[in-house]
């Protein structure tokens, strides 16, 4: 805003001459303006104003009145007193004196000052009238730029209009061609707002591929993928940048390594997190060797997953994963390792029935008969294991009376 504004005196200097001799104004008074134009251009600043003020107190017709103010606002303008200048701008577009062309080359000023000053509403009141009487009325020479469009933009985004600031900002970007980054951020945060995810989309897509080395943009592309039910473009999108190398946080890892869960490549996010683990981009906190472990047997990696779940209960003993390893040994017919992890899970919990039964089928398979025939009797006082329970206990009595 302020590098658009600094261009205006000059522009007003030139235009506001012309504008005086096409008016012609009395001899004095256009005697007068040229010798506060001459002194601004020397940057005698004092002597304009000084010039100025004498006119602005004599007896003038209004059309003079509102060049005088508007000398006054340039003046104030290239003295960087913006406030004072919007004053002057205003009054003078306020007369309603000039030619047409004039007028709307003051409410143009004015705009710009106003939301250089923060008035988004009055400005985009302005600005949008302003388009409105060059569309209606304006010359060849007079053109809506795209910075116009950028500027009524910002103003509703300040305001928080969002519906009313995807279509400025997109005829500003289509008019400019090749235009900024910030343009194209400021159309994302209208589509956000507005929850136009397909719109978004289209502007990430963008975002990536222009500037492939902003990590975010990858973020926002894969999270908008998945709102609008885009699974596998969500997780191509989040691997490809993780094969660019984009990652710096943590939690780009966990992300991509459940995005991977969740698409049916357990093996792949486990390789994954067991690779960000190495290289210590993911912290082997208990939450992400939860998740390490959950990927492992997903993947059918029994052993691997047996060794984290291990770690694990290690770590934090916990009854629930000491069980868990138990029913995994017994998948696996580690029975001696099965009837550790019962131990484990009995010393944290004496009184869970399921556990004296898997005790029982652990020992029956290290041919520990006794100590099977205890486990078993224990299980058949609870309801939930008792028939179970009698069965393993007549299975014994069979194997008892074929070696009798």
Known sequence: MKRMIRWLPLWLLLSTAASAETLTLPPGVLMQLNKAQAAMADE?????EKVLKALAGQDLSTP?????????????????????????FSAAYALKALPAADQRRLLHTVAQLQMAQEQWRKGVSSMSSWMQQVRAQGGKTEQIRANDYLMLAQGYSQL??????????????????RAPEDWYRLQLAAHFELKQWKGATAVLELLVNRYPQQERYWEQLASVYQIRDRH?????????????GKFSKERQYIWLSQMLLQQGLPQRAAELLQEAMSKRQIQRSLKHERLLAQTQLQAKLYDEGRSTLERIAQRNPDYKVWRQLAYL??????????????????????????????????????AHYDQARSSFVKAREHDATRAQAQNWLNYLDQVAGRNS
């Open 44 to 48: 005698n600043y004092p002597q304009a």
């Open 64 to 88: 003079a009145k509102a060049y005088v103010l508007q000398f006054q606002g340039n003046l104030a303008l290239v003295r960087q007193q913006e406030k004072t200048a919007l004053k002057h």
């Open 160 to 177: 928080e209009h969002w519906a009313q600031v995807v279509a400025p900002i997109k005829t500003a970007i289509r008019m400019k061609g």
């Open 232 to 244: 596998a473009d969500a997780l191509a999108t989040l691997r490809a940048a993780w094969l660019a």
């Open 329 to 366: 040994d017994m998948q696996l017919k580690h029975w001696d390792a099965m009837k550790r992890s019962i131990d484990q899970a009995v010393a944290l919990k004496p009184d869970a029935a399921d556990l004296y039964l898997l005790s029982g089928i652990a020992d029956i398979n290290r």
